[in-house]
């Protein structure tokens, strides 16, 4: 079996081409920097964050997602398959490659917690804070949210 599952951000925004012929196809390419798991050792000055750099392949609808929704720093979830290969450059060197050829993506965090024009924006910002609760414990709603938006009614 040849099933791979990542959580990572992505270094820069994705590499979008499309291939040539009678239907043309999206093919994205972007790299996640996915954390390692670090033990942790008796001296906490010893440890240091690391991460793997994996380059992804997204084909066609998946491809334009990502070059329409995915971001540098973006985290997402990726399941898909490894795929390896090689080619030779042209210095007349054999170069191996291994990369996940994507068959799901996700968000792996909500918009409100992603960093937004570099500001941080947290959820309190867009959602009532239980403390501005009134005397009978139910949060006073903003006059600028409709009854529409509320899951009741």
Do not use: W
Request: net charge negative; charged share 25%.
């Amino acid at each position: 079996m040849n099933k791979v599952v990542l959580m990572g951000r992505l270094t820069r925004e994705p590499d979008i081409r499309y291939s040539q012929g009678e239907r043309a196809m999206a093919i994205a390419r972007y790299t996640l920097a996915v954390d390692r798991r670090v033990r942790r050792s008796m001296d906490s000055s010893m440890e240091q964050q690391t991460a793997d750099f994996i380059n992804c392949v997204a084909f066609d609808r998946s491809a334009e997602f990502a070059e329409k929704y995915f971001h540098q720093g973006t985290k997402i979830a990726v399941s898909g398959r490894i795929q390896t290969g090689s080619y030779v450059n042209k210095e007349g060197q054999k170069v191996y490659t291994t990369e996940v050829i994507v068959e799901d993506q996700e968000f792996a965090e909500s918009k409100a917690a992603s960093t937004t024009n570099g500001e941080q924006m947290t959820e309190s910002a867009r959602v009532p804070n239980p403390s501005n609760a009134i005397g009978d414990g139910f949060i006073n709603i903003p006059d600028e949210v409709d009854d529409e938006g509320l899951p009741f009614n």
